[in-house]
């Protein structure tokens, strides 16, 4: 009988484990209660200044990253992938960086290049105001600037599953 | 939940218990040892790291020397926390670091958490740059993975370099409390080891 159990254990872990797939898993999470999203200003490498409110009626992804996350940096050349996608079709992508300078930082880009801005959240005032425990984590915001999409980790940012998440806010 | 969904996932959690394993090696990217925790809906892996490389990532953050020590002082693991089910069959785990109990030479012992650090810092005067760095570079005290999400962070143990240690997990899946042993867990060495 307990051999039977365990075939039946393995054949079902099997099946889960197909089922698993990676596709499948890289997704983006719907955030319960689409809360509004925290506003705020910060400064981009470059000195830019960017208000969030001001995206208002565009989607907007944010990203909250730093230079010596191994993960944040797998993930960037997808982000950028994604930028290149969808910033001519009224997307926003802010990747604000936790707690490193603007020198820090664009150091970090001549390894990572990317166009898309990258903030400055020295103190980490905005991270807290954000449902954030770790990074990476990003959000996807509809144009009323509500919460709408969450990933904790490492997402392949230009799949087209979550490019269509991102494109389908816009309506 | 009702009876019946309960009792379907407990079976579930029970089939999974089966199929859990621990296996160890050398991590890839990291080229030291590795001891990992898996079943069918979650990984959990810790990555040995050497003292310098501690001493290096936190002087390089900003801490000065006798703060670089003190951090060094602990066993330090890379931990990389990954919830592998699928969106079809998805689960919610949760975990507080808090509760997991660490076994060395009889005694328990706890993980310290971000939390229980930002006090030393503060009592030392270190900048807040330094202290955001540190915080961020946990593994995050508590956390809800959904399908596919993940997060690498340190975690912080007490015990000697070189010394081995069981590490007891404690978890929730779909909100059922679930528990796990590494056994001997072992923490690199002081020693400087030459780029090969």
Known sequence: MHHVLRAIATLLFVVGLLGSAWAESNVLHPVEGQPQAADFTLNDIDDNIHRLSDYRGKVVIVNFWATWCPPCRFELPSMEKLWQAVQKKDVVMLAINIGEDADTIFTFTTDYPVTFPLLMDHDSSVIKRYPVLGVPTSFVLDPKGRIIYRAVGTREWDDKVIIQQILSLKK | ?196
């Open chain 2, 1 to 196: 939940m009702s009876i019946r969904s309960r009792m379907a996932l407990c079976l579930l959690l029970w089939i999974s218990s089966l199929h859990a394993e621990v296996i160890t090696g050398t991590d890839e990217m990291a080229s030291l040892p590795f001891w990992e925790w898996r079943n069918d809906y979650m990984t959990l892996r810790l990555v040995q790291r050497l003292p310098d490389q501690t001493r290096a990532y936190f002087a390089g953050r900003g801490f000065q020397g006798a703060d670089v020590e003190t951090i060094a002082g602990h066993c330090v693991f890379q931990t990389v926390y990954t919830n592998i089910s699928a969106a079809s069959h998805k689960r919610v785990i949760e975990h507080d670091i808090r509760d997991w109990r660490v076994h060395y030479q009889g005694k328990t012992l706890s993980i310290m958490p971000r939390e229980d650090w930002q006090p030393v810092w503060r009592s030392k005067g270190v900048a807040q740059a330094q202290i955001v760095a540190f915080e961020w570079s946990l593994l995050p005290t508590t956390q809800r993975f959904e399908a596919g999400d993940y997060n690498w962070g340190m975690t912080f143990v007490k015990v000697p370099h070189g010394a081995s240690f069981d590490l007891e997990l404690h978890w929730k899946v779909d909100g059922e409390p679930q528990t796990a042993r590494i056994k001997n867990v072992t923490c690199a060495k002081d020693v400087y080891i030459p780029p090969q």
